[in-house]
């Protein structure tokens, strides 16, 4: 009689469709009114001899439906969650939706490209504050006080503070003497940001960015400067060939100075970078000042280095074609929409800075 049951139960068993039917036959085999448990109730009611055999068996009985249960219960949820997964499928190569309506700034991706490069050479980012003092903004980069080289950059001054003279910085170099004051040699960083120089027209804004750049070694020499900018230029507006020319000027914070060309032509006007005989000017870089080193506290009997600084805006607009500087800070959503950059197209060497 009871093989007849464990029969039928089992059949039950694997019989249920999902979980709550399962659980049906549970409450129906092992449950307070379950079949099972009304034999097990039954069992006080027979001699000792019987009520022994009879246990036993119904012990089994309970013991294998219970496995059977488990057995399928672990069945059905696996199923269960194979057609969750089968319904719920995400194809996970289908492309973003191209359409975002934000737009990373030109600048903003201009920098970042720049980042890319220079992190590729091994150079790692510094910041430093907009608001400087007078020593790490001029004193320091040896602009000494009366100095005319001061008169140059149209500093924004502000209120002293504790005696001492505050500005907005008039470029990123005080951002070497930081990285100097704070960090021993070998040294090799980029500091891109904002600058701020009092002059407003078709060429200069209030507000405009600089990166720089710094590397400060025992063996560091001018031939590392060159290959390091026309590395940085060629991988930037991507011309193989792009030559560079270096032009003896003067900075008060390097000797020897230079200024930096790029081969350029200019047609109709247009202008199209390459190996063309015509030239523009890019950027101001040099081997760092002894002054300098030793105003940083390295010395300059030991040490030495170059520095360069480039307007963001400057090579923004010739790389991407921007025709005017002032249209940069407009805040024209038009504009950005037209020149600006989407979200995921970060700029990176192994796939190309912009595509
Ligand atoms: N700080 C200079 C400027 O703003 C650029 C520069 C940086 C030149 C580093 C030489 C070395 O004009």
Redesign the pocket.
């Known amino acids: 009689m009871l093989d007849a049951l464990k029969d039928e139960l089992l059949s039950l068993v694997n019989a249920a469709a999902d979980l709550p039917a399962l659980d049906e036959v549970r409450v129906n085999a092992l449950g307070k009114k379950g079949r099972i448990t009304g034999f097990m109730k039954e069992l006080g009611g027979l001699s000792p001899d019987e009520r022994k055999e009879r246990g036993q068996a119904l012990n089994a009985l309970k013991d294998e439906i219970a496995a059977a249960l488990d057995a399928r219960k672990l069945d059905l949820a696996a199923a269960h969650m194979k057609a969750r997964l089968e319904a719920e499928r995400v194809d996970v190569t289908l492309p973003v939706r191209p359409e975002t309506e934000g737009r990373i700034h030109p600048i903003s991706q201009t920098m970042d490209e720049m980042i890319a490069i220079f992190a590729e050479m091994g150079f790692s980012v510094a910041e430093g504050p907009d608001v400087e003092d007078d020593f790490h903004n001029f004193t320091a980069?040896n602009f000494p006080v009366g100095h005319p080289a001061r008169d140059m950059?149209d500093t924004f001054y502000l209120p002293d503070a504790d005696d001492k003279k505050m500005l907005l910085r008039?470029?990123?170099?005080p951002v070497?003497v930081r990285t100097m004051l704070n960090n021993k040699p070998p040294i090799r960083i980029v500091a891109p940001g904002r600058?701020y120089r009092s002059d407003y027209d078709m060429t200069h804004t209030p507000m405009f960015h600089?990166i720089?750049?710094?590397v400060i070694d025992e063996a560091t020499n001018m031939g590392h400067l060159k290959g390091c900018l026309v590395e940085f230029c060629r991988a930037f507006f991507d011309v193989d060939d792009l030559p560079l020319r270096f032009r003896p000027s003067f900075?008060p914070?390097?000797e020897p100075?230079a200024e930096v060309d790029i081969g350029c032509l200019r047609k109709g006007g247009e202008l199209k970078l390459g190996n063309y005989g015509d030239w523009l000017e890019i950027?101001?870089?040099?081997m760092?000042h002894p002054n300098v080193l030793e105003a940083c506290g390295i010395d300059s009997t030991k040490y030495q280095g170059?520095?360069?600084?480039?307007?963001v805006e400057r090579v923004a607009m010739l790389k991407y074609g921007i025709p005017d500087l002032r249209t940069f800070f407009e805040a024209d959503l038009r504009w950005l929409k037209h020149y600006g950059f989407v979200p995921l197209d970060i700029p990176n060497i192994a796939h190309g800075l912009t595509r």
């Open positions: 980069l950059h008039t470029h990123t170099s070497q600058t600089q720089e750049g710094l900075f914070f390097t100075s950027l101001g870089c040099g760092v170059f520095a360069f600084g480039m307007g």
